[in-house]
């Protein structure tokens, strides 16, 4: 049931609104009713828009929904689509979004992944045509504490151009690692093969903001910090080459191995009627198959590295999700609004 939101808060010169974890999923789910959403595509999202900004990943958290939310009114979105589901043998699953949200293909399978990897030492979810895929890291963590090692992949429109190319060639092409610990924390990381998620470059040029160098070109070609100016260009591949390797890796994983649309071959994600028709593959390992003690093994490791002052990925976001639990979230007066609106 919808609930009202309440408790405003100022920091800063920005008024802020406070929501306990429940309100903040009922809020969302409401906004994406209103937009024709299924109960199950409303909640699907909401749970992974409202765990995203827990997490502090706000990039993909309620500033997101400003690309879903349009998305369902033009046909960018299937807003009731269930997806397809089926089994190639005993440890592959298939799902066709059916031009619907990435998050609610790995709900439907999320179970049966996780039996299947627990029987058969691994098990992998091929899924393609649907929206982009949202904060992948939560598809890895939920995985991990399930006690599964976890690799996930998904591609998205062209974006990036890579050294030499003539043009935009690939997505940000995203890859997601997360691995279980004796000590209840997994180890987990997200992020972009490109210097930069686009979702960052859109909130700069929203608020005004210069962009670092390396970041993007325009449409000259030219490396530009002005974040305008990178929107009609296009982003850059972290480490040249290498980041540009790593993409096509991702490309042929996340949208080859699946049958989901080349990232050339993809409609834009948030203009037009189409949807983009992405692709995204996990990859589940059970390690207690390959190597006993593992979870136990890696927490040792883990707090060794932590004693030689090596950042722990996933840290902080693990602590953020607990102390949400606890104090709920923040979210802006303005973006609630500007949500609302659309």
């Known amino acids: 049931m919808y609930r009202s939101i309440s408790q405003a808060i100022p920091l800063k010169t920005t008024i802020y609104r406070r929501l306990t974890l429940n309100e903040a999923i009922d ?3 409401h906004l994406c009713e209103a937009k024709g959403c299924s109960s199950a595509v409303a909640l699907s999202l909401a749970h992974a828009t409202v765990a995203a900004q827990a997490r502090g990943n706000h990039a993909v ?3 997101h929904l400003a690309d879903y939310l349009p998305g369902f009114s033009s046909g960018r979105i299937n807003p009731r689509a269930e997806p397809r589901v089926s089994r190639a043998g005993a440890i592959i699953f298939k799902s066709d979004a059916q031009g619907g949200i990435a998050q609610l293909g790995v709900d439907r399978c999320f179970d049966s992944l996780c039996h299947a990897a627990q029987a058969n030492g691994m098990a992998a979810l091929s899924q393609w045509n ?10 890895t963590l939920r995985f991990a504490q399930a006690g599964l090692i976890a690799l996930a992949v998904a591609n998205g429109p062209a974006l990036v151009a890579v050294p030499g190319a003539k043009g935009k060639t690939y997505s940000t092409n995203p890859l997601s690692f997360a691995a279980p610990s004796a000590d209840g924390i997994p180890l987990q990381f997200d992020q972009a093969c490109s210097a930069a998620a686009f979702v960052n470059i859109a909130h700069a040029a929203s608020t005004g903001s210069d962009i670092p160098e390396g970041w993007a070109v325009d449409q000259q070609g030219h490396g530009t910090r002005n974040a305008l100016a990178a929107l009609g260009g296009a982003l850059l591949p972290f480490g040249g080459h290498r980041g540009a390797n790593l993409m096509l890796m991702v490309e042929v994983l996340a ?4 049958g989901a649309n080349w990232s050339l071959d993809a409609p834009d994600f948030n203009q037009g009627n189409q949807t983009p028709g992405c692709g995204l593959l996990l990859l589940l390992l059970a390690p207690d198959f390959f190597s006993p003690g593992f ?10 590295l932590t004693q030689m002052h090596v950042h722990r990925p996933g840290w902080e976001r693990q602590h953020a999700t607990v102390a949400a639990q606890d104090d709920g979230i923040s979210v802006p007066v303005d973006l609630l609004e500007q ?3 659309l």
């Open 27 to 29: 809020w969302v789910a």
């Open 61 to 63: 958290g309620f500033r």
């Open 130 to 139: 649907s929206f982009t895929s949202g904060e992948l890291g939560d598809y």
């Open 255 to 258: 949208a080859g191995l699946t």
């Open 295 to 304: 979870e136990q093994r890696l927490a040792s490791q883990l707090a060794r």
């Open 339 to 341: 949500l609302s609106r």
